[in-house]
């Protein structure tokens, strides 16, 4: 996933406040869970009473069939025909009304649930002190956003629809009990059995199904690697091999789905063979009961009915099984998520008033990365030379607070960077990474992600050569970008994301490798205005280009573990033969 740093303000809650600290401990997957089902206590409550009442109508439909046979057929009364006839119809309109809003309820729960879920998720994939891109893919991410934050909200649906089971079949116990107390009791005692097999059967669904959700994510996350790097697959030659990789992740997702797929049918044609035969013992036992006379036709009727109305709760047994079963599993990868370790420290101290913008490395060592010291004054242009790219990298990142070095100390004003919030150094400190992607929207849209659109913008637009780029593209400045600026050119997408960046306007400002891609004519007025737009303003540039170190008031080169090297750009280029042969190669 391409990293964007650049922003103006700290993402902040409803409240107001910047984003908190990383929690002492993350939910677990049973907390996410009851968290989903807790959050929609009304809807959940609402929906199960109005199921309760659909399943007991259910129920009670064969034991008025019943009725009617023993009271109106059986004595051909006219009236008792009508009167029992009405009653069904009022049981009917009863029940339909109540399962229509039932579904409601649940399914509004649902929904609602996993909305919630999809919002934390966000924050914590936003959060200032990052930690879920480390061992996530981009697509893995949305996969666990969309597909298991909707299995776990539906584990409000599935109460709903446990609810209306278990009343189905005490409504059927209690009709049962009220005809013969032995077919009650083999309602009663036969049932049990049954949910217990069902949970049985779960263990092994649950776990193909976390598996398959597994398998299916990282095929998504390597898809939408693939599709972002499609021009350079192309370039190299590269199309088949990257081809043959995913149909290999891929077979691996349809493998686990296939696995599911048999779990879920084992469980399934299971649970349909355990409750026939226990729907067959009832049918038959009332059956006998009958031919003894120990109950009326009706009674027979009713007793019959009641059997296959059983099917459907015990159905909804297996059904309510399977989600939960999916629901844990995906709730597991949910906290994962929320359980990823932050990738730096968050402090609680405020920032200076004003802030001046001093910066301090002291004994700084971050993999390639070494400064034993270094100070970047207040309102100075510093140039920053790195032979080795993955040097450069890792200064970026720590300035930028994606990561803290492994040792050292980086200090804005005197205070040290991790005792700081990342969101409120963001506010002042703003890094410009050279792989920073443009954002689906206009031209426009995208320079004034970070900043405002005053009168400081146009002079943003011409020192970045953007007033050119707009004058070339069919509706100027309104023109849309596409996906992460893909429609454009790599000078022009570059060009558009330093006038985000210095339109900010920070304090600090870290440009990286700004223009690699730009042509050599755009590159110098680009140095040319540079100066003058952060003039009062500390800016580090972390390039090799001659032109835009010429115009810094100082220079650093950083090589590896030796003492770093500090002058003007001309002197060091006549007299230091490494810092020529990197700017110069």
Not at 526 to 541: C, D, F, Q, S
Request: aromatic letters at 4%; one cysteine or more.
């Amino acid at each position: 996933m391409s990293r964007v740093t650049e922003t103006a303000a700290p993402v902040t809650s409803e409240a107001g406040n910047p984003h908190p600290a990383p929690p002492a401990a993350s939910p677990t997957a049973g907390r996410i869970l009851r968290r989903a089902v807790t959050g929609q206590g009304r809807y959940v409550t609402l929906g199960s009473l109005l199921a309760v009442g659909h399943q007991a109508g259910e129920a009670l439909i064969p034991v008025i069939i019943g009725v009617v046979v023993d009271r109106a057929v059986a004595t051909g009364s006219t009236s008792a025909l009508v009167r029992w006839l009405a009653v069904l119809g009022l049981v009917f309109a009863a029940l339909s009304t109540s399962y229509r809003f039932a579904a409601r309820f649940g399914e509004r729960a649902a929904e609602q649930a996993a909305h919630q879920i999809r919002r934390e998720l966000t924050g914590r994939v936003l959060a200032p002190y990052g930690g879920v891109e480390r061992g996530h893919l981009s697509g893995a991410l949305v996969n666990i956003a969309t597909s298991d934050a909707s299995r776990v909200g539906a584990v409000n649906m599935a109460l709903t629809a446990a609810a209306a089971a278990v009343a189905a079949l005490a409504t059927t116990a209690v009709a049962l009990l009220h005809m013969s107390v032995s077919l009650g009791l083999l309602i009663l005692l036969g049932a049990p059995p049954v949910l217990w097999v069902a949970h049985l059967l779960g263990g092994l669904l649950q776990r193909r199904s976390a598996a398959e959700q597994e398998n299916a994510a990282h095929a998504s996350g390597v898809a939408a690697d693939l599709v972002a790097g499609l021009r350079i697959l192309k370039g190299i030659g590269a199309e088949q091999a990257a081809w043959a990789r995913y149909r290999l992740i891929n077979r691996r997702s349809l493998a686990a789905t296939l696995r599911a797929a048999q779990a879920q049918a084992w469980h399934d044609g299971a649970l349909i063979a355990v409750t026939g035969v226990f729907i067959t013992v009832v049918a038959l036992w009332g059956a006998r009961l009958a031919i003894r006379g120990d109950i009326t036709i009706g009674e027979l009727i009713a007793a019959v009915g009641l059997a296959l109305f059983l099917l459907n709760p015990l159905s909804l047994v297996s059904w309510v099984n399977a989600e939960l079963a999916q629901a844990r599993a995906s709730a597991a990868r949910v906290a994962a998520v929320h359980a990823a370790p932050a990738a730096v420290r968050v402090g609680g101290l405020d920032l200076p008033t004003p802030v001046r913008g001093e910066l301090w490395l002291r004994g700084i060592v971050d993999g390639p990365l070494h400064v034993d010291e270094l100070r970047v004054a207040p309102g100075e242009l510093l140039g920053v030379v790195a032979p080795e790219p993955a040097a450069a990298g890792a200064l970026v990142r720590c300035l930028a607070r994606e990561t803290d070095p492994v040792h050292g100390t980086v200090t804005l004003d005197g205070i040290p960077l991790t005792d700081l919030d990342p969101a409120l150094v963001r506010t002042v400190l703003l890094t410009a990474t050279h792989d920073a992607v443009l954002f689906e929207g206009s031209v426009l849209e995208n320079v004034t992600a970070a900043g405002g659109t005053g009168s400081g913008l146009d002079r943003v637009l011409a020192a970045t050569a953007v007033d050119q780029v707009a004058g070339v593209l069919p509706d100027g400045m309104r023109t849309m970008v596409g996906e992460r600026g893909r429609s454009l050119s790599g000078g022009q997408r570059q060009r558009i994301a330093l006038a985000r960046a210095l339109n900010a306007e920070p304090v600090v400002l870290v440009v990286h490798e700004p223009t690699t891609a730009v042509d050599a004519a755009t590159e110098a007025r680009i140095a040319g205005r540079l100066r003058e737009l952060r003039a009062g303003r500390t800016t580090v540039l972390v390039t090799g280009s001659p032109a835009l170190l010429a115009v810094t008031d100082r220079v650093v080169l950083l090589d590896g573990d030796r003492e770093p090297v500090v002058g003007r750009h001309t002197d060091l280029l006549r007299d230091h033969e490494r810092y020529r042969a990197t700017v110069l190669a």
